[in-house]
């Protein structure tokens, strides 16, 4: 689908088809003892015209990964879902069955309050990336894997867990360095001044963050790859990979699963038996061997 490799990024269009609109609100129900005591971070339509109360637009972010309309029949795994606004907006959109895989506790991020409000019956299962395997939770037709890249010191393990879950579809959302600052320190912005960052942009980078260096909150950060590091890390997992859209310092993607290529399968030490049940290897559904 896209030739990292070559050094360009390509962007995949498609038609967005209107999502099933959000409830009506019940008769006699109170969202502030629903939001009350939560620091959201998601904002989404639980009800029509009553939103979470967070920053980041679920709706906004299903059109920028072209996570369809219509999810019926299938399932879905949500990774880092954290409050599960997006586990039950693919619920919303038909799907036959919905995990929601976060470390937060479900009481603390107000997951069990909408699963009552909404009467859902997306799971909730504590894990990370880190831990996916075919064997405690079987394999999904789409899995979701938005805001958490940046977030992981082994980002390459996490892709080839997701590896061993995915059938279909991963939808991909994460920081990204492209119109970031690249360099450290006052002259970090020589590398836009003398053209560096563009240069660097057909080289995959993983720009790895001290502490509080991507934001003065949150110093869960550690890695802010570039497009390009994106595509290649999925490619080299066994997935083709379509750069969505790029904005402000962030990026979507959408990855479909392939054969995995055969130097993982044979010439790398991930293959190596003490290796391959760490990366996952052994427990991929699909290798096309």
Excluded at 196 to 204: C, G, Q, S, V, Y
Excluded at 210 to 220: A, T, V, W
Aim: charged share 20%.
């Amino acid at each position: 689908m896209i030739s990292a490799r070559e050094g360009f990024v390509a962007t995949q269009t498609q038609p967005i088809t209107k999502a099933p609109p959000a409830p009506p609100l019940p008769t006699g129900f109170n969202p502030e003892t629903l939001f009350q005591g939560i620091h959201w971070h998601q904002r989404w339509e639980v009800f029509q015209g009553v939103f979470t109360p967070g920053g980041n637009d679920i709706a906004q972010l299903c059109d920028i990964v072209q996570l369809p309309a219509d999810l019926t029949g299938k399932r879905v795994l949500d990774v880092g879902a954290w409050h599960g606004c997006v586990s039950f907006e693919c619920e919303r959109r038909g799907a036959s069955e919905v995990v929601a895989l976060s470390l937060e506790d479900p009481k603390e991020t107000g997951f069990y309050r909408l699963k009552e409000a909404l009467g859902s019956k997306v799971q909730y299962v504590t894990g990370s990336a880190y831990s996916l395997s075919p064997k405690e939770l079987g394999t999904f037709d789409v899995v979701l894997f938005l805001g958490v890249l940046y977030h992981l010191r082994y980002p390459l393990l996490a892709i080839d867990r997701l590896r061993t879950v995915a059938r279909d579809t991963v939808y991909v959302e994460t920081h990204a360095i492209d119109d970031h600052s690249w360099l450290r320190g006052k002259l970090g912005f020589l590398g836009r001044l003398l053209g560096i960052d563009a240069i660097l942009r057909a080289t995959p980078i993983w720009r790895q963050y001290r502490e509080f260096e991507l934001h003065p909150g949150d110093q869960s950060n550690w890695f802010g790859p570039n497009v390009v590091a994106v595509l290649e890390a999925f490619q080299a997992a066994g997935f083709n990979i379509a750069h969505t859209k790029t904005w402000e310092h962030r990026a979507g993607f959408q990855a479909k699963v392939c054969p995995i290529p055969e130097r993982m399968l044979k010439y790398t030490y991930e293959a190596c038996a003490s290796n391959s049940e760490l990366v996952g290897l052994q427990h991929t559904a699909y290798s096309g061997q």
